[in-house]
């Protein structure tokens, strides 16, 4: 079974910084693509960036990117969200997922193609 853990997420003031780490069950991790996406309140979910499966590519919205990196280290089955200069529109419960079936280098954006999700990581940034 397929467990995915999302940490790090916090309160912050606007232009900080935070990380936030999902940490993968199964030892197929490095076969995953992986997503982050989040979702505001009263608002749909929404896609923040994805990463290939062996970490070649990347896709990221254009709200975040340059704000946003997405890595991962599949030695520790964790893919991570590095933010900066944060906002408070980036305030959101944020989620990641598996996308098993992706690409060699593909970076999946819609919710549709992910497998396996995240219970959430709240992120708050005050003005």
């Known amino acids: 079974q397929v467990q995915l853990v999302e940490s790090g997420g916090g309160l912050v003031q606007a232009g900080d910084s935070l990380r936030l780490s999902c940490a993968a069950s199964g030892r197929t991790f490095s076969s995953w693509a992986m997503g982050w996406f989040r979702q505001a309140p009263g608002k749909e979910r929404e896609f923040v960036a994805s990463i290939s499966k062996r970490a070649g590519a990347a896709a990221y919205t254009d709200s975040v990117r340059g704000r946003f990196t997405i890595s991962r280290d599949n030695a520790k089955n964790t893919v991570y969200l590095q933010m900066i200069s944060l906002k408070p529109k980036d305030t959101a419960i944020y989620y990641c997922?598996?996308?098993?079936?992706?690409?060699?280098?593909?970076?999946?954006?819609?919710?549709?193609?992910?497998?396996?999700w995240g219970q959430g990581a709240q992120v708050t940034v005050s003005s």
């Open positions: 997922a598996a996308d098993a079936d992706a690409g060699y280098y593909h970076t999946p954006r819609a919710r549709t193609a992910y497998d396996y």
